[in-house]
């Protein structure tokens, strides 16, 4: 079973779409993060949930509005999209904000 | 906010060396991770260590927290030690460093 995954995991669209990115963890965790990567690797936060709560959510367009329906879901929906959203974006989880298991990733390519 | 930094930020290395990665950060923190992401993009946590040393098999890893700086040290590299090696440390928000990239040669 994979702790943490992420659907899809591709995802080629058209600016000006909105689209959706979903997260699930089987771990037990209370927090989950969502995070992207961009062309140069850097990794920057986005949004952090605690117990369903938002607790960071960092220098974001918001055009992204995350969701959490409850501790084991955590997704991200993307309206307008940008060619500059273009990125690979990664949840993770873990518990009280220690260890963090992160997904595989799904690489987001607007067109 | 917190800066981290890493070094080197390239590192080419034959199979079988050993090398050290350095992470420093500009302020005290409570929650220091290394991580590895691998050459096909998934990112594995190493190491949670906001100070002491740990060892997992080949790797190991230090935190010297009063000194604001972690190393990371890995022996006998394989071919599949290659990829991007992160430092992320803060507290409850943890700020990634731009990692350094590790290609070790057969």
């Known amino acids: 079973d994979t702790a943490v995954s992420q659907t899809p995991k591709y995802l080629v669209t058209q600016m000006g779409n909105d689209k959706s990115i979903k997260c699930e963890q089987n771990?037990?965790?209370?927090?989950m993060y969502w995070y992207k990567q961009d062309s140069k690797k850097f990794l920057k936060i986005m949004f952090s949930?605690?117990?369903?709560?938002?607790?960071i959510n960092e220098t974001v367009p918001n055009r992204f509005s995350p969701k959490s329906p409850d501790k084991a879901h955590l997704n991200l929906h993307i309206n307008s999209l940008e060619l500059g959203d273009s990125a690979v974006y990664f949840c993770?989880?873990?518990?009280?904000?220690?260890?963090?298991?992160f997904g595989a990733g799904t690489r987001l390519s607007v067109l | 906010g917190i800066q981290v930094e890493q070094s080197p930020p390239d590192l080419i290395l034959q199979e079988g060396a050993n090398s050290t990665l350095r992470c420093n950060f500009s302020?005290?923190?409570?929650?220091l991770q290394w991580f590895h992401q691998n050459p096909w993009g998934q990112l594995i946590n190493l190491f949670y260590?906001?100070?002491g040393t740990k060892q997992n098999g080949r790797l190991s890893a230090t935190t010297v927290a009063t000194e604001r700086y972690s190393l990371l040290y890995i022996s006998s590299s394989q071919t599949t030690d290659s990829g991007v090696y992160f430092c992320?440390?803060?507290?409850?928000?943890?700020?990634f460093g731009k990692g350094t990239r590790l290609h070790i040669l057969p």
């Open positions: 993770a989880s873990s518990y009280g904000g220690n260890i963090q298991y």
């Open positions: 771990l037990g965790h209370d927090t």
């Open positions: 949930y605690n117990n369903k709560e938002l607790i």
């Open positions: 302020d005290s923190v409570n929650n």
């Open positions: 260590i906001p100070s």
């Open positions: 992320a440390a803060g507290d409850d928000k943890i700020i």
